[in-house]
């Protein structure tokens, strides 16, 4: 199994700022993922972050609103940027080992 | 997108009771699988099913899995008030390490 931690686990925050969660995982992965499920929805795949290169996007997810970080194989930075009410949600990160793909423990956030 | 739609999007049941919920996907898959998650909690993987399988048991949990109609099933006998949750369906591409994409969920309700 893989033990993903995130950072915080909770914020709330105001309309306009921006907000970086922070994904650690504790043995290096080539691929992480980033998730958000907004309240009472199901999870929509945000982007895939390889370390070493840009992240890729999906659908209706943009680099400026969401830029990611992937620094090395142990961690990744995804921003929430110029958040509005709308950004409510838990943001997951998640990773591939061995062929099964693991979660974290989500972060929570609140955008008055 | 989307690749799993799960039906009924919300079921309520009395303790006792088999619960059983639907999923349906549109592309080849690798396997799919289901995940548990409580209210404001995390996600709880239950059970994988591949591609080449038609059925697997996990204590009280039965999923099928039939590729000609890309649907899937799981069933929970003997439903307990702690088996109240949601649960979604999750399709890996047949791409290796693609990342999970989720159903919208059914929210079961087990009234004790």
């Known amino acids: 199994s893989a033990v993903i931690s995130q950072k915080p686990s909770r914020d709330i925050c105001q309309r306009g700022t921006s907000l970086t969660i922070q994904c650690q995982v504790d043995?290096?992965?080539?691929?992480m993922f980033w998730y958000r499920q907004q309240p009472g929805q199901s999870l929509t795949l945000i982007a895939t972050?390889?370390?070493?290169?840009?992240?890729?996007?999906e659908s209706g997810f943009v680099i400026d609103k969401f830029p990611i970080s992937r620094p090395n194989l142990t961690f990744s930075t995804l921003t929430v940027s110029n958040m509005s009410p709308e950004d409510s949600s838990i943001y997951l990160c998640?990773?591939?080992?061995?062929?099964?793909?693991?979660f974290g423990p989500g972060t929570r956030l609140t955008v008055t | 997108s989307q690749q799993g739609e799960e039906d009924p999007q919300a079921l309520s049941i009395q303790e006792g009771e088999n619960a059983t919920m639907n999923c349906s996907y549109k592309?080849?898959?690798?396997?799919l699988q289901w995940y548990r998650q409580n209210s404001g909690r995390g996600l709880v993987h239950l059970i994988l099913?591949?591609?080449?399988?038609r059925e697997k048991h996990s204590g009280r949990l039965r999923v099928t899995l039939d590729t000609s109609k890309k649907s899937s099933s799981l069933l929970i006998t003997a439903s307990r008030a702690a088996d109240t949750a949601s649960y979604f369906c999750?399709?890996?591409?047949?791409?290796?390490?693609?990342?999970?994409?989720f159903g919208k969920g059914t929210r079961l309700s087990v009234i004790a």
């Open positions: 972050a390889n370390q070493g290169s840009e992240a890729t996007y």
């Open positions: 099913i591949r591609s080449n399988e």
């Open positions: 998640s990773v591939f080992r061995a062929g099964e793909q693991y």
């Open positions: 999750a399709a890996e591409g047949l791409s290796g390490n693609t990342p999970l994409v």
């Open positions: 592309t080849s898959i690798n396997n």
């Open positions: 043995s290096q992965v080539t691929m």
